[in-house]
């Protein structure tokens, strides 16, 4: 029988104003009004309303798509539908957790609050960098991180398995744009610098992990509702006492997304809902499962279409 899986987005996917319809809506209303309480009328509007510059900032970004992937799991929820699984791409883990019921939004809002700021402090600006390889197979990126960790002696590795053929690569500056001239050397057609905060998804935040660990430990994790597919091993995560290993090591550790879609595709999940900012995930899905069917929801139109899907109108 086929399957469902909500999906939610990670950072990158932010822009400003999103979910402004979302949060017009009886159960979005809520979810602002947390918000709000948690994280201040400023945080709000730098949501909705910008600088897109001060939106960027990492612990600005993750409480904000956070808060607009938790409304639109609210306005899904009135369809009634339930779903058999949820994973998210790195930030979007939490949004995961808390649409299963693991954890409250107040309580995740806080954590990924915190959760951005040890990010975004771990590393001196500049030190570290983040690139997509595009057009190359796993192994041969992997065999240009590692060319460029024995020769140069740096830090890198792969930090998110995207989909077949992207791969991003993340670490020490200079070991990134060394791993980008192999990665070409080896076939790649592109490498791309991403323009991001810090070299998420690599040694240099573990670190950040050591401090999360004590901010995750002081949460009243419960069990999920439904399995949620762990992104550092692309295992299903079934009990609590799980979770808080597993987002610890996500931090320095690799995002296996390519992997957590296909074992989904595996167990029968034919229908995926990306929920929240842009279609991020739902491109990648395309790529990794063709046949799948592909719905998001991030605005009143698109909630509105998946409402008349599974309510069958």
């Not at 975004?120 to 983040?130: C, K, L, S």
Request: one cysteine or more.
């Amino acid at each position: 029988m086929a399957k469902i899986a909500c999906i939610f987005p990670g950072q990158g996917s932010q822009y400003v104003g999103m979910g402004k319809e979302l949060f017009a809506t009886p159960g979005g209303q809520e979810v602002l009004a947390t918000g709000q309480r948690v994280l201040g009328e400023e945080f709000i509007r730098i949501l909705l309303e910008g600088p897109e510059e001060e939106l960027k900032k990492t612990a600005h970004t993750q409480p904000a798509i956070l808060l607009t992937s938790i409304a639109a799991w609210q306005g899904l929820q009135e369809t009634g539908i339930r779903p058999d699984y949820f994973a998210g791409h790195s930030l979007g883990e939490y949004s995961a957790y808390t649409a299963a019921g693991s954890l409250s939004l107040e309580e995740a809002l806080r954590v990924v609050r915190r959760r951005g700021e040890l990010m975004q402090a771990a590393v001196p600006e500049g030190q570290g960098a983040m690139a997509a390889i595009l057009g190359l197979e796993n192994a041969k990126v992997e065999e240009a991180c590692h060319q460029a960790r024995e020769e140069g002696g740096w830090i890198v590795g792969p930090a998110n398995y995207n989909s077949p053929g992207q791969v991003v690569i993340s670490g020490e500056t200079e070991g990134v744009q060394m791993a980008c001239q192999y990665a070409k050397e080896l076939g790649a057609k592109r490498a791309l610098p991403l323009a991001v905060s810090g070299p998420f998804h690599s040694p240099l935040m573990a670190e950040a992990g050591k401090e999360l660990r004590q901010v995750l430990e002081g949460v009243a994790w419960q069990d999920p509702s439904v399995p949620v597919l762990a992104n550092i091993d692309g295992q299903e995560v079934r009990e609590r006492g799980m979770i808080v290993e597993s987002l610890v090591r996500q931090v320095s550790g690799a995002v296996l997304w390519e992997q957590s879609i296909r074992l989904l595709g595996e167990q029968g999940v034919d229908t995926f809902i990306e929920l929240g900012p842009g279609k991020v995930l739902t491109g990648l899905v395309k790529k990794i499962l063709p046949g799948a069917t592909l719905i998001n929801v991030e605005d009143s139109s698109s909630l509105g279409k998946a409402t008349c899907i599974f309510k069958g109108e």
